[in-house]
């Protein structure tokens, strides 16, 4: 028995959504006292005689949540937004509590839900890694030990008595996830902290975990990065609608994951209000459509296919950008683009609706199934939001490249490249045909 | 073990005092950023109350001729705004502090009632930095304490308690009401007329002195007095009165803020997430 890290044991967590969910004035408490016991005369004259509001105003955001984590683990926790999985890590975390169920914890944890927690603009980088560590659970003692070892593997050092309100976003990430990686807990959560950064970060932040995780730590590791996911965790959980839809190897979820995914259609509508969020910006619809705006599900490899992104800029905001991530059909990523490319800089948004629209060039996609996440940021600062493999399409071969021969080439694009072919003889014979030069099959 | 808890008593002492050192970290945070961008830095500290005592000196002291029994004016109200100022500074960032460490709140499990403990010990600094002007102006004055400011600490500690409970109230109540933080600016004001700072206790009519003690911040100022001045009554009825109020405001406000600690995240929201 003592081998198990974690163990939870029918874990739920609900919420209330709508008005009550950011606050509470005064005023309506005051209102309810009137109110309530009117609205449950009115009740009383209903059949039922149910008081409704109470049941309506609530969700499970997880429900009948078991499951057990052996020391040593390292588990990957899939599934899409507002699945859950976030919820489940402060539920283990115990940021918030769990209206049901409990979850057993053995040994200490270190929750690493955001880099730079706590980080404060006005201080320098050096008291924020001990204000920081305080807040992670570091004893003093332990990061004064521990200081140099941090600033270097952030790689900040000329910077160190600088407040971190001058630090670039890279250095200030950099910093945030320093403190977290030199937590040394027995248990470490983890929630999507790869999905900011520039690529040489992750790249470090990855390794990082690697090691962590061959000393032998228990970590449970959400995520939207697949490729991560593979290379760290062997096992995976798949979080659905606030409850496990399947544990097991992360091969054999992953391809679960993406084929309930493949349900989902060429266009993705967004309900009116998802669960009472003000976010800056809120996604609207998602579609894949042709050149004359028109959603289609199929499209031949050498036809440009368009996702058109709409949104909503609820509030004025800074610097955003919004963007796609392409995945084939089995979780590799294909590319990243975002609608201020090349930069990929953010930009000041003003309120409004808008379509950013996407146009993938025909010729480089090869056949298969595609999923499109969309996503808004704050670059290197915050996500906005995400909707993993909100649509989906697939590519057939058309009339393009291989049009003629169907040859079931390999490869997640299938782009038209240059050649030459020139006869090597002295008479400098004429050209031969080369079709064959993909070595296919 | 993570289950719903249950019950009242859910007071973990335990657990605060393996955080202590998150308490001093958030509190040298408070302090390091309150001042980082001040020219004069904690010379405010100082300045506040001094600037304070000049008013009251003018129109209480001088103008309206409140009594000061038998105290140099200036010195009678600095005493008295000592203690208040670390109090009316206590409710005033306690009340918002749950709301503006949300971020924190959101990300990191640790006991939730280190943030307005935090917000005191802030005040806390303040406060002994301005005790420091306090000596100067007795040595000016030429008053020496008797062998009553024995008992200082004591209502030093009915000060933390008193300003504590509050916080704890106040703090808990602000995340579900964000109505409080408005009210506060207001209480503050009215409290400090119900409390013995610009007056003696003693233009308080005998009948109505235990009724007026059940602001517990008369004991301590009245304590204050007495302990550094040896004017007014020390141990009183009245001062009992306010001891009994503030331990129970301060028991209260801390079951209450444990209590509703598990749905602050809930209340708050995830902060941008």
Known sequence: MSDIAIRAEGLGKRYRIGHAL???????????????????????????????DAEEATIW???????EIPVGAVVGIIGRNGAGKSTLLKVLSRITEPTEGRAEIRGRVGSLLEVGTGFHPELTGRENVYLNGAILGMRRREIERKFDEIVAFAEVERFIDTPVKYYSSGMYLRLGFSVAAHLEPEILLIDEVLAVGDAAFQRKC????????????????VTHNLGALRQLCPETLWVDRGRIALRGGTAQVVQAYLEAAQARRAEFVAESRQRGRTEAVVLRRVAVTDRG??????????????????????????SARVGLRLHAGDGTLVFTSNDTDPSGEGVPRSPGIYASVCTIPGNLLNEGQYYVTVACDRPMQEIVFVQEHVVAFSVYVGG?????????RRGVVRPPL???????????????????????? | MIAPSRGWWSVNLGELWAYRELIYFLTWRDIKVRYKQTAIGVAWAILQPLAMMVVFTIFFGRLARVPSDGVPYPLFAYVGLLPWQLFSRTITESTNSLVTDQRLITRVYFPRVIVPIAATMAAVVDFLVASALLGGLMTYYRVVPGATVLWLPVFVLLMLVTALGVGFWLSALNVEYRDVAYAVPFLN???????????????????????????PMVGVVEGFRWALLGVGQGPSPAVAGSAVVAVLLFASGLVWFRRRERTFVDAIGSGGR
């Open chain 1, 206 to 221: 990855l390794d990082k975990m690697d090691s962590v995780a061959r000393e032998g730590r228990t970590v449970a590791f």
């Open chain 1, 418 to 441: 240059q050649w030459t072919v020139r006869s090597l003889a002295e008479d400098g014979g004429k050209l031969r045909a080369a079709s064959a030069m993909d070595v296919g099959g």
């Open chain 1, 400 to 408: 393009g490249v291989g049009g003629a021969v169907r040859d079931g």
């Open chain 1, 22 to 52: 950011r606050y509470k004035a005064l005023r309506d408490s005051l209102a309810d006292v009137f109110t309530a016991p009117l609205r449950r005369f009115r009740a009383r004259g209903r059949p039922d005689g149910a008081v409704q």
């Open chain 1, 293 to 318: 705006g028109a959603i289609v599900e199929a499209v031949a490899s050498e036809e440009d296919v368009y996702v058109r992104i709409e949104y909503e800029v609820a509030a004025a905001i800074a």
């Open chain 1, 61 to 67: 955001a997880l429900k009948d949540v078991s499951f």
């Open chain 2, 189 to 215: 004001q009215f409290w400090l007329f119900l409390t013995p700072v610009v007056y003696p206790t003693s233009v308080v009519p005998e009948a109505w002195r235990v009724l007026y003690g059940l602001n």
